[in-house]
Each structure stands twice: as C-alpha cells, then as structure tokens.
C-alpha cells in the first residue's frame, strides 16, 4: 500500500553557534517537501521523539508564538492544503510550500507589514480567490512568473518593488524591462501588466495602500491580434482518414481530431474519463467541469467521435493513452508533416512557415470555433462550449481569414441572387 502523507519536523547539522534550524518534511505519493521557516533550537532542547522542543515555554525567536505551537500550525497547514488541493490532482511541492511560506509572512506582518511580494505568495497559495473559485493550475503559473518577472527586475535595475511603488514611472520602466531585457512577446507583457494590477486591486480593497496609479489610464498594454491557424472540416477529414504505420502517431493524431470536433482545451479533452461520456434520449455525448474555469459544459457525439471512441473502446476513458502537452505539440507536427500539410501563407507574420510548423494542441480547439461558426452556427451557443464569457472575446478567439470572409460572403451572395431570380421567374 502507498505511504500515507507524512509531516516531520528534522534538524540540520549544528551551526557554529551551536543551534539546528528546524525544518518541516512531508512526504507524500512519492513527493518530498523541505521547508525552513527561520527558527532553531539547540539539539540538547529538541525531543527527536515528538519532533518539538522540550519545553512548552519555548517562544519563535522575535518571541512572539510558543514555538511548539507554531509547529503544530504548519503541520495543520501543510496538510490542509494538500488535502484541499487533492480534488484537482496531486499537488506539486511549490504549492504547499507557498502556502507555509505565505502563512509565515503573515504572521510576521505586526513586524514588517504586508508587502507586494507577500500578497503574491497568498495568491500563490491558493487563499485569495475570486468569489470562492479555485483558481487553476494555469493562473497559479501566472502568478508565479510575475513575481519573477518582478523580482528580476528589482535585481536589475534596482528599483525597490512594493505597493506604494508601483507608479507611472515604474510602467514605463517595467514593461521596457520585459520587452528588452526579458525578450517577452507583447501579449505576454500584456498578461502580465493586468495581473499585477489584479494584485494592486486586491492591495487596496485589503487596504495596504492608497496608491492608485495603477488604475491610470496609461497604465495598460494592449494585447495584439495573434496570427494563428485552423484546419478546416476537409482538411480535418482528410487527417483523419491519413493512415500513419507508427502507433504512437496514430493515437497522437487520433486525439487531436477528437479535439478539434469537441472543441475542449488540451487539458481537458486529453483527460477524458469514462463518467464524463453519457446518454442522453439514446443519443452520447460529453458532459464535463472544464479544468481552467469550472464550468459545466455538455457536447454532442458527432460520427467522428463515435468512430474514435469504439476504436479505443479498449482503454477506460476510449481514448487514446495522454502524454504531455508539450510532447503533444512535438508529435501533432510531425503528422501533419507525412500528411501534407505543407501549404505556406497561412500566417500573415510568418508567410514562408509551412502550415504543419504551427499546428499545436490549441489548432484543435480553435478550428472546432472557426469551423462551426462558418457554418452558420449560432455564436451564443458556441460560447457556451467553448466557454467564452463575451462575444468580443470569441470573435478575437476564431480564426477567420480574408479568403474565408470572401467565400463566406459570395455564398450569402449566390443565395440571395438565387432567390431573387426565382421570385422574378
């Protein structure tokens, strides 16, 4: 049987002084946590046994906290959030260990007071949600590479990052920053600049600062429109049938035609689980909480699907095995290559690219988009599989190109002509 999560609290070697600082282990589905939180104890004082000091009087070292209590907290904590997070999957040690550290920050707040840097780590952790929601393994990321972005930069240039810092002036330093130093495309920066204003919102409504600069209209970067393609239904069609001889191919490109007729993103569609395909009045479809926004969202079962389904009828989920997005990516190219998908001047920004260079795991998702939009399909409805909150949004999202927009426009054109000669006759 698997070794239930344990935490331990074990000292380091003997300093010069002649303390061991204390740090927390856990171990968990074959993880392993080390954390230190800045206290130490000499060996002669610590009950290996109990893994706490002998001496319930024993205070933190500003002499705040008994120290025994503040081990049992973190024991708490570490287990809290590890059970908590168990509902998405494993979690990895950096978020455990964001949560002990925002724990610590917070209870040396009286003494320092809260920082940016502190409150990023809460949002880190998990503890400031929006309206109760979890937020997603994505975001977590997201907010993790800001507070890099942040710290390189203070180590650079020097400029002290806190609430009341961040100006005007520091905008324009910053994204300068992230363009020339850190080589980030604009709609990266532009991510960035609205999550940190996203962590200055939520600095004033817990009232650590007045500073309202950032809520200046200058204080944006606007995203630019990205150059990405679809498939279309024939070229989707046309993958499909293509017989590959290498098996791991095969199941690569398999899933990615899944993907492209249900329209859920990769971390969704590659984890499909056998309770998520139902029936409903004899006809199957796909019922599912989305990973990125929790949402509900049922799909019908096109042909296609089906076929694929009864193909891996032999695997639980009926599809085929999952492998990472990234080797995903590596291999969806690789198939489109052998079926010929080889046609340049897709991208406007990359002209002399061949079409299967920039088919990844998200072509999937926005050719389902594009291609049921042009179609005719009704845009509201198909935000309510592809999730988007605002029709803006999705109409940013779909990829319509200039040759599509004439074709879709000289149908319309040959329709109505063709009525109009009728009624005439």
Not at 23 to 44: C, D, H, T
Not at 68 to 80: G, Y
Not at 122 to 130: D, L, M, Q, S
Not at 184 to 210: C, H, P
């Given at each position: 049987?698997?070794?239930?999560p344990?935490?331990?609290f074990?000292?380091?070697?003997?300093?010069?002084n002649?303390?061991?600082?204390?740090y927390?282990?856990?171990?968990?589905?074959k993880?392993r946590?080390f954390?230190?939180?800045?206290?130490?104890?000499r060996?002669?004082?610590?009950?290996?046994e109990?893994?706490?000091?002998k001496?319930?009087d024993?205070?933190t070292a500003d002499g705040?906290?008994a120290l025994?209590?503040?081990l049992?907290?973190l024991?708490?904590?570490c287990?809290?959030?590890y059970n908590?997070?168990l509902?998405?999957?494993?979690?990895q040690?950096?978020k455990?260990?964001?949560?002990?550290k925002?724990f610590?920050?917070?209870?040396h707040?009286?003494?320092?007071?809260?920082?940016l840097y502190?409150?990023?780590?809460?949002?880190?952790a998990?503890?400031?949600?929006?309206?109760g929601k979890?937020?997603?393994k994505?975001s977590?990321?997201?907010?993790?590479a800001?507070?890099?972005?942040l710290k390189n930069f203070?180590a650079?240039?020097?400029?002290?990052?806190?609430?009341?810092?961040?100006?005007?002036?520091?905008?324009?330093?910053?994204t300068?920053?992230?363009?020339?130093i850190e080589?980030?495309a604009?709609?990266?920066i532009?991510?960035d600049?609205s999550i940190l204003?996203?962590?200055?919102?939520?600095?004033?409504?817990l009232?650590?600062?007045?500073?309202?600069?950032f809520?200046?209209n200058?204080?944006?970067?606007?995203?630019?429109?990205?150059?990405?393609?679809y498939?279309?239904?024939k070229?989707?069609?046309?993958l499909y049938?293509?017989?590959?001889v290498?098996?791991?191919?095969q199941?690569?490109?398999?899933?990615?035609i899944f993907g492209?007729?249900v329209?859920?993103?990769?971390?969704d569609?590659?984890?499909?689980?056998?309770?998520n395909?139902v029936?409903i009045?004899?006809?199957?479809?796909?019922?599912?909480?989305?990973k990125?926004?929790?949402?509900?969202?049922i799909?019908?079962?096109n042909p296609?699907?089906?076929?694929?389904?009864?193909?891996?009828?032999?695997?639980?989920?009926?599809?085929p095995?999952?492998?990472?997005n990234?080797?995903?990516n590596?291999?969806i190219?690789e198939v489109?290559?052998?079926?010929?998908?080889?046609?340049k001047?897709?991208?406007?920004?990359a002209p002399?690219?061949?079409?299967?260079k920039?088919?990844?795991?998200?072509?999937?998702?926005?050719?389902f988009?594009?291609?049921y939009?042009?179609?005719?399909?009704?845009?509201?409805?198909?935000?309510?599989?592809t999730?988007?909150?605002t029709?803006?949004?999705?109409l940013?999202?779909?990829r319509?190109?200039k040759l599509?927009?004439?074709?879709r426009?000289?149908?319309h054109m040959?329709?109505?002509?063709?009525e109009k000669?009728l009624r005439?006759?």
């Amino acid at each position: 049987m698997p070794r239930q999560p344990e935490v331990h609290f074990r000292l380091k070697p003997v300093d010069a002084n002649g303390q061991s600082i204390i740090y927390l282990q856990f171990l968990y589905n074959k993880n392993r946590l080390f954390y230190s939180f800045g206290q130490s104890v000499r060996p002669g004082d610590w009950n290996k046994e109990k893994q706490r000091v002998k001496k319930k009087d024993t205070t933190t070292a500003d002499g705040k906290f008994a120290l025994n209590d503040l081990l049992d907290n973190l024991k708490k904590l570490c287990e809290k959030t590890y059970n908590e997070a168990l509902k998405d999957g494993v979690p990895q040690p950096e978020k455990i260990k964001a949560a002990l550290k925002a724990f610590i920050d917070q209870n040396h707040l009286e003494k320092s007071g809260p920082s940016l840097y502190s409150l990023i780590d809460r949002f880190i952790a998990g503890e400031i949600k929006n309206k109760g929601k979890e937020k997603s393994k994505g975001s977590i990321q997201n907010y993790k590479a800001v507070l890099r972005h942040l710290k390189n930069f203070e180590a650079v240039t020097k400029y002290k990052i806190d609430f009341d810092t961040i100006t005007l002036d520091f905008f324009y330093k910053y994204t300068s920053y992230l363009k020339n130093i850190e080589n980030l495309a604009l709609n990266t920066i532009a991510k960035d600049i609205s999550i940190l204003k996203v962590f200055m919102g939520e600095a004033v409504d817990l009232g650590y600062t007045t500073n309202m600069q950032f809520r200046h209209n200058k204080f944006s970067f606007s995203e630019v429109e990205t150059d990405q393609v679809y498939l279309s239904e024939k070229e989707l069609n046309d993958l499909y049938k293509f017989a590959i001889v290498n098996s791991k191919l095969q199941q690569v490109k398999d899933l990615f035609i899944f993907g492209a007729w249900v329209g859920l993103r990769f971390s969704d569609f590659s984890n499909i689980r056998p309770e998520n395909i139902v029936q409903i009045e004899g006809d199957s479809f796909i019922k599912i909480i989305t990973k990125k926004t929790k949402e509900l969202v049922i799909i019908p079962c096109n042909p296609v699907v089906l076929e694929i389904f009864q193909k891996y009828n032999h695997n639980a989920n009926k599809l085929p095995k999952t492998i990472s997005n990234q080797k995903f990516n590596t291999y969806i190219k690789e198939v489109c290559e052998l079926a010929g998908l080889t046609e340049k001047g897709r991208l406007s920004n990359a002209p002399d690219q061949p079409l299967y260079k920039v088919v990844s795991s998200h072509t999937a998702r926005r050719s389902f988009a594009t291609n049921y939009y042009l179609q005719g399909f009704p845009t509201l409805d198909l935000m309510k599989i592809t999730g988007h909150k605002t029709e803006k949004a999705f109409l940013k999202y779909i990829r319509v190109s200039k040759l599509d927009a004439a074709k879709r426009l000289n149908a319309h054109m040959k329709k109505r002509w063709s009525e109009k000669m009728l009624r005439v006759a």
